[in-house]
C-alpha cells in the first residue's frame, strides 16, 4: 500500500516523533469516544470517529511517512478491537478501517483535493471519496468479517449499512475538524464575542434538546426538533468561519449519537434502529450544509480578498504607469532633462510661489554658441551629444531640489532658480558657462576652439500686476546682450530694464 505522496507533492513539513507519539493516542481516544457517546445498546454505532484521525493527518501531511502512519493506527485499532473481537476477526476489522482510509486518500489524491478542503469543490471530491465510496466499500469487506461472529445474526445487507452510514458520517464530521485544527487558520478569530456568545447558545440549545425528558408529559418537556439547531449554525457557519463551525457540527452530531443512544427520543418516538436512522439523517444533513456553506464562503472570501489584492497591485501598477508616462511627456527624449513643457509648468508655479512669499526669481537662458556651424561640420549624432554634455554641465551645477534645468528648445536651454538674489543667479550662471569651456569639447568653427555657451540671466521679485512671461522676455534680452558682445560670457539684465518692462507692461 502505497501511502507516500509523489515527489511533485509540496510537504511544508514532515511529521516528527511527537506526532508518531500522538497519533495512536488520538486514534485509541477516538475509539473510546465513540463507544461511549455514540453506541447503542443494540450494538449500532451511529457515528465512527476513528477512521478520520488516519485519513486528516494523510491529508495534512501530504502523504508524508505514510506508511508508519499507517502501521502505528493499524496496531491502535488492533488493540482497541480485541475486546470487542476475536484476534483474527479483530486484525481483520483494522484492515478493513485501513483499507478504507487508504482508498479515500489516494481518491482525494487522485482527485486533486487540497489539503484542507479550502474550496467547495473540494469538500464534495470528499464526500465522493470518503463517506460515500471509501466507507461504501469498507463496509462490504467488513459485512462479510462481521458474518464470521457467532453472536451476529443480522443479514449481510444490515451489516453493511450500519458500518456504511456509521463511518461515513465519522469521516463527514470528524475529518474537517482535524484538518481545521491541524492547518492556520487563514480567517482568524471570525465573529468576535458575538459569534462566541452564538455558539455557546447553541450549544446550551442543542442540550436542552437532546437531554429532554422521555416522557412527554415530563414538566421540562420541550415540543420541539433538533432540526431547528440548522438556524443558529448557518449563522456561525456565515459569521464564525470554518474551524469554529467544525467544531459546532461535530459537537451537535456527538451530542445526537449520545442522545439516541442513552433512550432519548429528540427525533421523535420510533424503534431503536429507526430514531438511529434518524438521527444519522439530522447529523449528515447537519454535516453537509453546515461545512458546505462555511467552505463555500471561506472560498468566496478568498476570492473577494485575491481580487481586492489583484485590483489593488494593478492600481500600483497603473499609478507608476502613469507616473512613468507623466515623467516621459515632461521629459526631453535626447537630454533626460526637462522639456519645454515642464518648464512652462514649473515656471508658471514658482511665479506663484514667488509671489506669495515674496522671495525673488531667477531664470537664466543659455544658448550654445555657433551650434549650427557645429553640427555642419560634426555631423547630427555628435550634435547630439553636444546637448546632451551641455545638460550635464548644467545638471551639475544646478542641483537643488527646487530647481529645475529644461531643454526650452533647440539648443536652447533654460534653468529655474527660486530664491536666489541677483548676485546669486549670477554666480551660478557664470559657473556654468566656464565649466563648459572647461570640459574643452573641440569646436573648430568656433572662435575659442572648444564648446561654449552664452547665458541671460534675469532676477524678479514678482508682484500682482507681473507675469512670467516678463521674466522670460528680460533673460531672453539678457541672452541676446551676450551673443551680441562677443559670447561665452554672461550676461544680467539691469534693475531699470525691469522697471522699463514693468512700466510698458501696466500701459
Not at 30 to 49: D, F, Q, R
Not at 220 to 234: G, Q, R
Not at 253 to 268: I, N, R, Y
Request: proline fraction near 6%; glycine fraction near 8%.
Amino acid at each position: 500500500m502505497a501511502l507516500i505522496a509523489p515527489p511533485s507533492a509540496a510537504v511544508s513539513s514532515r511529521p516528527d516523533w511527537r506526532v508518531f507519539l500522538l497519533l495512536p493516542l488520538l486514534h485509541f481516544a477516538s475509539v473510546k469516544l465513540t463507544m461511549s457517546l455514540a453506541l447503542s445498546p443494540e450494538n449500532e454505532v451511529v457515528v465512527w470517529l476513528p477512521n478520520a484521525v488516519l485519513l486528516a493527518a494523510l491529508l495534512h501531511w501530504q502523504g508524508a511517512r505514510g506508511g508508519w502512519m499507517a502501521a502505528l493506527v493499524l496496531a491502535s485499532d488492533i488493540y482497541a478491537n480485541i475486546p470487542a473481537f476475536p484476534p483474527l476477526q479483530a486484525t481483520l476489522v483494522s484492515l478493513c478501517n485501513l483499507s478504507e482510509v487508504a482508498f479515500t486518500y489516494l481518491l482525494m489524491r487522485r482527485l486533486g483535493v487540497s489539503p484542507g478542503l479550502e474550496r467547495i469543490h473540494d469538500f464534495g471530491r470528499f464526500l465522493l471519496a470518503g463517506p460515500l465510496l471509501g466507507s461504501l466499500g469498507a463496509s462490504l469487506l467488513a459485512g462479510v468479517v462481521l458474518l464470521t461472529l457467532d453472536r451476529v445474526s443480522a443479514p449481510y445487507s444490515t451489516l453493511t449499512l450500519l458500518w456504511w452510514f456509521g463511518d461515513a458520517l465519522g469521516l463527514l464530521i470528524y475529518t474537517p475538524l482535524l484538518l481545521a485544527f491541524l492547518r492556520p487558520d487563514p480567517e482568524g478569530a471570525r465573529g468576535g464575542p458575538a459569534g462566541i456568545a452564538m455558539v455557546g447558545l447553541t450549544l446550551a440549545f442543542a442540550a436542552l434538546l437532546f437531554t429532554q425528558p422521555v416522557n412527554a408529559g415530563a414538566a421540562f418537556h420541550v415540543a420541539l426538533t433538533p432540526h431547528l439547531l440548522l438556524l443558529p449554525l448557518l449563522w456561525v457557519a456565515v459569521r464564525c468561519g470554518t474551524r469554529c463551525t467544525a467544531l459546532t457540527v461535530a459537537l451537535i452530531a456527538l451530542g445526537a449519537a449520545w442522545s439516541v443512544t442513552t433512550g432519548h427520543q429528540p427525533f421523535g418516538a420510533a424503534s431503536p434502529h429507526d430514531t438511529i436512522l434518524r438521527a444519522q439523517e439530522y447529523i449528515l444533513t447537519l454535516s453537509i450544509i453546515g461545512m458546505g456553506l462555511s467552505i463555500l464562503l471561506r472560498e468566496q472570501r478568498a476570492l473577494a480578498q485575491d481580487l481586492e489584492d489583484k485590483v489593488r497591485e494593478r492600481t500600483v501598477e497603473l499609478e507608476a504607469s502613469n507616473r512613468r508616462l507623466a515623467e516621459l511627456s515632461a521629459t526631453d527624449s535626447l537630454t533626460g532633462i526637462a522639456n519645454r513643457r515642464r518648464f512652462d509648468e514649473t515656471m508658471e508655479a514658482e511665479w506663484a510661489r514667488a509671489r506669495r512669499s515674496g522671495e525673488p526669481l531667477a531664470l537664466c537662458l543659455l544658448d550654445v554658441d555657433l551650434f549650427k556651424p557645429y553640427n555642419d561640420h560634426y555631423g547630427h549624432l555628435a550634435g547630439d551629444d553636444c546637448l546632451r554634455l551641455v545638460a550635464e554641465v548644467i545638471n551639475a551645477h544646478v542641483r537643488r531640489a527646487s530647481d529645475l534645468v529644461a531643454r526650452y528648445g533647440g539648443e536652447e536651454f533654460a534653468f529655474i532658480i527660486p530664491g536666489v538674489d541677483a548676485d546669486g543667479a549670477l554666480a551660478t550662471a557664470h559657473a556654468v558657462c566656464a565649466a563648459l569651456q572647461a570640459r574643452g569639447q573641440p569646436h573648430v568653427r568656433s572662435p575659442f576652439g572648444v564648446l561654449t555657451a552664452s547665458i541671460g540671466v534675469a532676477v524678479m521679485v514678482p508682484t500682482d500686476d507681473d507675469t512670467p512671461d516678463q521674466l522670460v522676455r528680460l533673460a531672453d534680452q539678457a541672452l541676446y546682450e551676450a551673443k551680441r558682445a562677443g559670447r561665452n560670457r554672461v550676461v544680467q539684465v539691469a534693475s531699470e530694464d525691469v522697471e522699463t518692462l514693468r512700466a510698458v507692461h501696466r500701459r
